[in-house]
């Protein structure tokens, strides 16, 4: 009896002590949050820091710190895990990229942003996969087939979270609009290849495979992208008929919070893509949803999912600074640390021909039969191409899950992949995303000649520069139904017709924006909800806000 009385206090003992310990790890961590927020706002108006360096750096420095105070023996606050990364950190930020997105810059350019997001990816992964069997195959890594096309894959994933904090949305309107929405379009692609190859045999590849590969991931971008959309319009359903405003604000934020993640969780269930499904569910919900709830309701939503996209931001930068100096990893490859630098410098140069290799051609493809003014300019093609290079937590993550087991690894072949990631991660990241904001300045015209030049085109209507998907409630905003459309001076003026399919999809003319706005409003907002489609409820306390936010829309 006395020593199962004391087998449980010791086990009691061993518990707090560890329970202290997962205390004290976050502690620190979210007082290393509080650094990285403040010292990001004091170097906000830095032309070379942002602040997922800031974060970078901060984390770096905390890992040297625990590094020497434990005598060289570990670095972990945390172990780095995937699951808590495309779970919980990941969904906030590509939800928060659709609902923020500027829909009028990336419906525009759709079709350039798929073409760099999907094929660009592809060709990409061709490129590194190809260079990784004929060059790291060399080298007696003990890696098979399998692997090395994991790493295209792994290595095709660019990092949209540090390109946004890069750029400037307003300054270089296109240029952030073709960099962020193809950083997401491509880490979706990566992630949906990645599976892919999981879940094939191909230690045995023949055209058939390849076939089948090729199907599995189009079946997935498709599936995926049905799922987002079907569930963003779901969601402004069920807020439009039940109203929760007219009760609880509260309720309204919970359900567009919860709808949200669902989408995620429920791509994850079926083996779909969850970036490309919560980013569209985000557009969607941003589309119908958001105008369906109260006044209040907007401003708390916008602002919540904004806060939680960048904590979990800065969260993933101060976690990959901290476990790069894992002392785990390197140990097993401190006896070929020449081996270990030659494959980061191998990977650095794959990414930048696979990246080069789409780039320029892709740009020549998209500015065929296109107005000076709206080509993609060599100078941007530059930035594009240079911007795209930096990797960060979705490499991470997928090299974790492909090279380790529950974060841990002893095979040799395995830890120079995971070294590697993580050297190739902070280069690109830090020499990147400093010189990136700078080249942006040198090569780019300020945001004044940008708006100078939008208009500066004699006879150019003002529904030329108006994107797919425009923000005006009514048709008549942009055509009289003569034919003529309003310009930028206020005179009527012809229609421009475009002379191409790629201009039809891509210029809102008559064809392609006029029967959307009444296919919208005739069928979709009626049932969804959406702006100037807001439920009337008579003695609601939500009752001035819901019927004046339509005209002051109008007014702007």
């Not at 990364?85 to 350039?112: D, S």
Request: glycine share 8%.
């Amino acid at each position: 009896m006395g020593t199962d009385l004391r087998s449980v206090v010791e086990t009691a003992g061993s518990l707090s002590t560890s329970d202290h310990k997962s205390v004290a790890s976050i502690t620190l961590f979210v007082t290393l949050l509080c650094a990285c927020i403040v010292i990001g706002h004091l170097l906000e108006e830095s032309r070379w820091i942002n602040e997922s360096i800031t974060a970078l750096i901060i984390g770096l420095g905390t890992g040297v710190v625990i590094l020497l105070l434990s005598g060289g023996k570990n670095t972990h606050l945390f172990v780095f895990s995937e699951d808590l990364f495309f779970i919980y950190l990941l969904p906030p930020i590509i939800f928060n990229a659709g609902f923020q997105v500027k829909k009028k810059q990336f419906f525009r350019n759709f079709a350039t942003i798929m073409m760099f997001g999907a094929i660009g990816t592809l060709v990409s992964f061709t490129i590194i996969s190809l260079g990784a069997i004929s060059i790291l195959g060399e080298m007696d890594l003990g890696l098979d087939i399998g692997d090395y096309l994991a790493i295209g894959a792994i290595f095709a994933a660019t990092d949209s979270v540090c390109t946004l904090q890069v750029l400037c949305q307003d300054e270089t309107p296109l240029l952030y609009s073709l960099v962020f929405g193809e950083g997401v379009v491509n880490d979706a692609t990566s992630v949906v290849l990645f599976n892919a190859i999981q879940d094939f045999d191909l230690t045995h590849i023949n055209s058939t495979i390849a076939l089948q590969l090729i199907g599995n991931f189009i079946y997935l971008f498709i599936s995926s992208t049905v799922l987002g959309v079907f569930l963003g319009l779901l969601s402004a359903y069920i807020i439009k008929k039940l109203y929760f405003g007219r009760h609880s604000t509260d309720r309204e934020v919970a359900i567009m919070m919860l709808m949200a993640y669902l989408s995620y969780m429920s791509a994850e269930l079926f083996y779909l893509s969850g970036i490309l499904t919560v980013f569209f569910c985000g557009i969607v919900m941003s589309h119908y949803t958001w105008h369906n709830v109260t006044q209040n309701s907007r401003v708390t939503t916008k602002h919540t999912f904004a806060t939680m996209s960048f904590v979990a931001e800065t969260f993933i930068f101060l976690y990959v600074g901290i476990d790069t100096l894992d002392i785990e990893k390197w140990r097993v490859v401190s006896d070929s640390p020449r081996t270990s630098v030659e494959v980061s410098a191998i990977i650095l140069g794959l990414i930048l021909v696979g990246r080069a290799a789409f780039v320029f051609p892709l740009s020549f493809l998209s500015n065929f039969n296109k107005s000076e003014r709206e080509k993609i300019g060599f100078h941007q093609q530059i930035t594009i191409w240079w911007a795209g290079l930096m990797r960060g937590a979705v490499s991470m993550a997928l090299a974790y899950n492909q090279f380790t087991r529950a974060g841990h690894t002893q095979l040799r072949g395995n830890a120079i992949m995971i070294t590697s990631t993580i050297t190739v991660v902070l280069f690109s990241t830090v020499v990147c995303g400093l010189i990136t904001k700078p080249l942006v300045r040198l090569l780019m015209p300020s945001s004044k000649e940008l708006n100078i030049s939008m208009y500066s085109e004699p006879g150019t209507p003002k529904s030329f520069t108006v994107p797919l998907l425009a923000s005006q409630d009514s048709v008549s905003e942009l055509f009289n139904g003569t034919g003529l459309v309003t310009g930028a001076d206020g005179v009527q003026e012809p229609a421009v017709r475009p002379s191409g399919l790629r201009m039809l999809l891509t210029t809102p003319t008559r064809t392609v924006h006029y029967y959307w706005r009444k296919f919208d409003d005739a069928f979709m907002r009626p049932v969804f909800g959406g702006r100037g489609f807001v439920p009337y409820v008579p003695g609601s306390p939500t009752e001035q806000s819901v019927h004046q936010w339509p005209a002051v829309e109008a007014k702007n």
